[in-house]
């Protein structure tokens, strides 16, 4: 895989300067006042990243033909993702129980 500085030109004198300045720069100094803090009502509406995808893994399983034949006919090639919706869909039905 190539280095994504390999898309960019070089950085100009001065960019390396600014950035070796705030390398520099402790923590301390850095203005937060434009930033709002996090309230726990903020946290509280907060989701999880929706566009992360989830580790998946391979698993044989054994369905009816017909059930099968369904999945295939009514989603095409997602059937799998589709498969998945509904397993996830019914686990977390059980969970909150």
Do not use: C
Request: net charge positive; charged share 30%.
């Amino acid at each position: 895989m190539k280095n994504l500085t390999d898309k960019f030109p070089p950085l100009t004198p001065a960019q390396q300067a600014e950035i070796s300045a705030l390398q520099a720069m402790p923590d301390e100094s850095i203005d937060y006042s434009d930033i709002p803090p996090l309230t726990e009502e903020f946290w509280q509406n907060a989701t999880r990243n929706r566009f992360a995808k989830k580790a998946k893994k391979t698993a044989n399983i054994r369905l009816d033909a017909d059930v099968l034949e369904w999945l295939k006919k009514s989603k095409g090639k997602g059937y799998q993702n589709h498969l998945n919706a509904i397993l996830r869909s019914e686990m977390q039905k059980e969970l909150q129980h």
